[in-house]
């Protein structure tokens, strides 16, 4: 046999023996999504040292307590039995498997804009990620907000699903801030204050709430001077996304904390940047929010 053939032949068999993992790739690039849009920290309960992604974790709010689902791969009590078009009818119009409503505690009012290409990348990587067995816990709310059927209703009157805006005098890294901000770090979601029925607030886009689920004030983020970031410089900025450290060299603490170590801490420095030119431009809104301490050593930042 000649030498090229032996030798196309031995590659062949290491091939058959060691088969290439064609999906390295994608699962690798599902997991920097996964980390953008902070999924280990909502899907795990930290203070009871759950399983990570097995859900339970508990969020009290003024509706009542919501508590996060397992997403691993389980058959039995994850999201084993889904469908990659499940998956989709959930990130994309907050719908189950079995056709009923996910309360808007689920943040598909801003998951729904994630691109078809990062929402298979991080299909790809949940199927990845150790299988858990563990029975997900029921929220527990007050009429009328555990009557179901209403988030049709609430639906029609809150959730956006407009495409973003085509924006063509923008630039390149402005759109990839903008789509990281609003859609996988879903960032509105916590400091866009909420109206009588958890409905996100647009006239104060960014500004900040006093009423956040873990009992701690979030800060206004719209490049307002007085009482927002407008101050802040492009570092100051880098520096609370890369570490958590703020502009007077404190430390942020609670929901914050864990946004950084968990998701923003992850960023590349490209996108990172992308970001802080997003920041820097949206509306500058005055909304003064009273700094709270965290239940962790450091606060909430001002």
């Known amino acids: 046999m000649p030498i090229a053939a032996r030798a196309a032949l031995f590659i062949l068999l290491l091939f058959m023996v060691f088969p290439l993992d064609t999906n390295a790739g994608e699962i690798e690039r599902g997991k920097y999504i996964f980390d953008l849009a902070g999924c280990v920290g909502c899907h795990t ?137 609003e859609a996988l770090s879903h960032c509105r979601e916590c400091h866009t204050p909420r109206n009588i029925i958890g409905g996100m607030d647009m ?42 450290m703020l502009p007077n060299a404190d430390f942020v603490g609670g929901v914050m904390a864990e946004s950084i170590s968990h998701s923003t801490s992850k960023m590349t420095p490209a996108d990172r940047a992308a970001v802080i030119e997003y920041l820097e431009q949206i509306k500058p809104i005055a909304n003064s929010i009273k700094r709270q301490k965290s239940d962790n050593s450091g606060e909430s930042w001002q």
């Open 45 to 181: 309960d930290k203070k009871s040292n759950g399983p990570i992604l097995g859900g339970g974790r508990k969020f009290e709010t003024e509706f009542g307590i919501f508590y996060s689902p397992n997403i691993t791969p389980d058959i039995n009590s994850g999201i084993g039995k889904w469908t990659f078009a499940d998956f989709t009818r959930a990130m994309r119009d907050g719908v189950s498997p079995d056709g009923l409503n996910y309360y808007p505690s689920f943040p598909y009012t801003s998951y729904n804009k994630i691109t078809d290409d990062d929402l298979r990348a991080l299909w790809t990587y949940l199927q990845s990620v150790s299988p858990v067995a563990q029975t997900n816990t029921p929220h527990n709310l007050t009429p009328p907000f555990n009557w179901r059927f209403l988030i049709s209703i609430w639906k029609l009157l809150n959730f956006d699903k407009t495409p973003f805006a085509a924006e063509p005098e923008k630039s390149d890294t402005w759109k990839r801030g903008r789509y990281i901000v």
């Open 203 to 244: 006239e104060m886009d960014y500004a900040g709430t006093s009423k956040n689920p873990e009992g701690i004030a979030v800060p206004n983020i719209t490049p307002e001077r007085e009482t927002g970031i407008g101050k802040w410089t492009k570092s100051d900025i880098d520096m609370l996304l890369a570490m958590g």
